[in-house]
């Protein structure tokens, strides 16, 4: 099974709007092969969603877990997802801002204001059209991941940069031990 590298930005497949996938794409072996080492790659570098394009490939794909994450030790837990094709199409029109990174800017963090829950349609891997709104964390992972198939990155989202961090200074001021595995 070849091992995904995750790219950094500045690679211009992050700044594109990534394709949709065919639909008759989603039944065959290289496809299922490649959502299996992206969700390996994720867990990997100890993210908590990760979007095709941030492994180099043009499609329109992420997945998404949460279990005593140690990048994210203080969020709410939510399973092993993986999503195709998702827009999101109703946000809230409360925020709430939030720590975020991310694996193709490693070292960083920021803080990013997220709608409090949306509402997204999708494919599951299998082709099963879905509608969901998630709320809290499981949001933000999703608004995330959904701007990176859209080209944008957290920082796009950002109105302070006074709180853009280098996870070293995040450590020593808010008395964490994360780490970010590349």
Not at 149 to 157: K, P, S, V
């Amino acid at each position: 099974m070849k091992k995904l590298a995750m790219v950094k930005i500045g690679n211009p497949l992050l700044r594109r709007k990534i394709s949709s996938v065919p639909l008759k794409k989603l039944k065959g072996k290289e496809f299922t092969g490649f959502l299996r080492r992206m969700v390996l790659a994720m867990r990997k570098a100890q993210g908590v969603g990760l979007a095709a394009n941030q492994v180099g490939r043009n499609l329109r794909v992420f997945v998404m877990e949460c279990h005593g994450n140690k990048r994210y030790p203080r969020v709410a837990s939510f399973p092993l997802q993986g999503y195709v094709n998702a827009r999101i199409v109703e946000y809230s029109k409360s925020t709430v801002k939030g720590w975020e990174g991310c694996l193709s800017i490693p070292g960083f963090r920021g803080l990013v204001p997220r709608s409090r829950w949306v509402t997204f349609e999708a494919l599951t891997p299998g082709g099963l059209k879905i509608r969901k709104t998630v709320r809290g964390f499981e949001a933000r992972v999703v608004q995330h991941e959904v701007d990176h198939l859209n080209g944008f990155f957290y920082i796009d989202r950002m109105r302070d940069w006074k709180s853009w961090t280098h996870l070293e200074e995040f450590n020593r001021h808010f008395k964490a031990r994360i780490r970010d595995k590349e």
